[in-house]
């Protein structure tokens, strides 16, 4: 591997998303070389640079969970419980993509077994 | 801990312990990753949200064919990249600057980076992102932008000059 070759590779070598061939090669390369190595140096700072003004960027705002959830579990319109903690029955109505479908969960010492689904009408 | 494909596998039999999981392992680098491509946080918001529930309804559609990172960010980018295609048919929201002033911090090292990124072209500033923040290899980004590799590397070789240009 030449200079050039090795150079190109850097950028992901400090980034360690090399395979396992790549990076021994650029390793090997990098044992015999000044010049690559004071590059390599300069790639990992600006690694570390970018991860960390990147990673100080907001995340998600608070509520997205419950708008993704909304749309996949649906808005809870209503529940009914039977029986106790141990075993028991649950009914579930929401709204969900404009449909309103009910759902059936068994409960039994502490677990929830889904027991049935209906589509809830176009 | 679960990996990502067990996990993946779990939300493919709708279970939502299993999707919360993922979501708070995804969802806030998704909304950078978008916020780094729309600058705009209502869109980025909505590219979570999107990525989300497209990640619930297609779980079983995973073939493993490459990691479950690359693929959640593959649908996040065809998401960010559908709503520039609406906001461009419509009224477009306002791009905002990565970086939000607070004079009572003055300018930091982060800001300046974040400035410096938000300096390159589009293209360029993907690449650097997705590899130096998310980790992900030039064969696992050409794959993901759908470009050759080279292109990859090359995108990177500017993107780097015009950074350290930027920051010296």
Redesign the interface.
């Known amino acids: 591997m030449n200079c050039r070759e090795a150079r190109e590779l850097l950028p992901w070598y400090a980034a360690g998303s090399l395979s396992a061939g790549e990076s021994t090669a650029v390793a090997a390369h990098l044992a015999a070389c000044q010049a690559c190595r004071a590059e390599l140096a300069r790639e990992v700072e600006l690694v570390r640079e970018v991860q960390g003004a990147v990673g100080r960027l907001p995340g998600a705002p608070a509520g997205t969970w419950e708008k993704v959830l909304a749309r996949t579990r649906g808005i809870p319109l209503g529940k009914l419980e039977l029986g106790s903690f141990l075993v028991g029955l649950s009914l579930g109505l929401s709204l969900r993509g404009g449909r309103v479908p009910l759902e059936g969960e068994l409960r039994l010492l502490g677990r929830k077994l889904p027991l049935f689904k209906t589509e809830g009408g176009a | 801990m679960a990996d990502d494909r067990e996990l993946l596998s779990r939300v493919a039999a709708h279970d939502?312990a299993a999707?919360?999981r993922l979501?708070e392992r995804y969802?806030?680098r998704?909304?950078?990753y978008a916020?780094?491509l729309l600058r705009n946080?209502h869109l980025a918001?909505e590219v979570?949200?999107e990525t989300?529930?497209a990640v619930?309804?297609g779980a079983g559609s995973f073939k493993g064919g490459s990691r479950v990172s690359t693929w959640i960010f593959g649908i996040a980018r065809n998401q960010a990249h559908a709503l520039l295609r609406r906001e461009e048919r419509g009224a477009r929201e306002a791009e905002e600057p990565?970086v939000l002033p607070d004079p009572a911090e003055g300018v930091h090292?982060?800001?300046r980076?974040?400035a410096a990124?938000e300096g390159l072209p589009p293209e360029q500033r993907e690449v650097?992102?997705l590899?130096?923040?998310e980790?992900?290899?030039?064969r696992?980004i050409g794959r993901l932008l759908g470009v050759p590799e080279g292109t990859v590397?090359s995108r990177?070789?500017f993107a780097?000059r015009r950074?350290?240009e930027a920051?010296a």
């Open positions: 939502e999707f919360r979501y969802a806030d998704v909304f950078r916020l780094t946080r918001e979570v949200q989300m529930v619930w309804q990565l090292r982060r800001d980076v974040l990124l650097v992102v590899a130096f923040y980790g992900l290899s030039y696992e590397k990177m070789h780097k950074l350290r920051l």
